[in-house]
DNA sequence: TGAATACAGTTTGTATACTAAGAGCGTTTT
DNA sequence: AAAACGCTCTTAGTATACAAACTGTATTCA
């Protein structure tokens, strides 16, 4: 193993838990440490140049947040993906999104819709270069953005909690088919934009549920495929 | 066969950091603790008789739970509640509350009434011995006994963060008036009791609006009143 | 007199030291 | 030979030590 560390030069105080944190977050999410992996906090010091005092701090945030598990006097591990509690999500995210767009689309000023616009368009360029992380982020701040416009705090954080989770989920729809990105997201994207932009409350919330659903359709669909099915197994 | 470690009454390790902050916690949210008020590790390490690295613990839980605010470098202070935002919150609560007991009047099973009793029970001994403090928290438990039994943990958790939110700012509605406790409240929880207990989902939907809706109005009947008009300033 | 700076005190952020709780493994005792 | 005991090793939880940043005050200089 390299013995290059992470730790930057300036290391401002105060910001290392923080840095760490974002670091093993962003890692997550992204799938790139998968679920159930243990998280060792001295080897997690020694990555990230520091003593584990700041690792500690971040774990702690990371538990808060349910994205690992702390096991008392053991370890803490990446949180498990829960399938089973899929269409529960679904059931969840779908009213938080269609709530939070239908506020939108009536209480959005120019400044949220240029904040739109720019996330759309960074989406369609993630999709053109068919770098799937950073879709499945963009993603994320498009409709983060929509939340925001819909001027209320309480339902942007719940929704947000939400979409994170459903980063892992999304992460592992699409590896399972080679990372191939469908352009018609992008396309839907753009409807909800346009009924926003004309403050078609109805519409928006209508767009937001089909999307919502499309998700959940698709994956299901991926959950019932059979991937071994092609393997003899006698 | 491991022994039964629930029996050991030395279960300290590992305890004291969640020890400190559900004891935080709760002052916070029955308004101990106020709004703005500076909490000082040292002396909160030296209250609870522990070192400091138990309390940081409890504080960064407490910050990710949006109950503290960290000030970096300077000091932890308690969340101030915004009570601008109070047609927010209540516009976020309305929501939740309504799709978790709609969905707990269509899901609930024997346990989760049984729960759900309990708990009105024990909200109604409160209210009776007029204990305000009780009051709010068994009102908390009893919306949560419902959302629990929607069966949907993500619609449960948002809900729950709602709750806690909203704690505080009943706590200071109650306060201003002399803690004196309405006796049609137990009458409202008993109805939604009903409509869950009959999968009556339309009209516990309905009860859970108007539940909230009664929140909303009886607390911005308080913050309209004025309470200096009797001081003469000239 | 007023502003700027240096100094001291306080408190957080980080590093390190110490302790206890499990996990694994070998030895001992029937 | 199998179960129980104990040893060690690893790792999390806690305590303590140290360093940096902010606050306030007092002194100095214009």
Known sequence: MSKNTEATPKR???????????????EILSMQLGPGQPLDEVSLA?????????VREALVRLAAQGL????????????????????????????????????AATLRNDADLADIDLCQQQFTQ????????AMIERNQAFHMAIANASHNNYLAKSYAS????????????FRSYNDTLPPELVVEHDR????????????AE??????????????LEY?????????KVI
Chains 1, 2 share one sequence.
């Open 206 to 219: 209508s767009l937001a549920h089909e999307h919502s659903q499309e998700v959940k359709t698709r994956f």
């Open 68 to 103: 690992v598990n702390t096991l008392p006097n053991k370890s803490t591990i990446i949180a498990p993906l829960n399938i089973e509690e899929f269409p529960q999500y679904i059931d969840a995210l779908d009213l938080l999104q269609r709530a939070t767009h239908r506020l």
């Open 162 to 173: 939400l979409l994170d989770e459903g980063r892992r989920i999304l992460r592992l729809y």
């Open 12 to 26: 401002t105080r105060g910001e290392s838990a923080n840095r760490i944190f974002k670091a093993l977050r962003e």
């Open 192 to 203: 909800i934009i346009g009924a926003i932009r004309n403050q078609d409350a109805d519409l």
């Open 46 to 54: 020694e990555r990230f140049g520091v003593s584990r005092s700041p």
């Open 126 to 133: 993630a999709v053109k270069e068919g770098d799937v992380v």
């Open 223 to 231: 959950m019932a495929t059979s991937h071994t099915s092609g393997i």
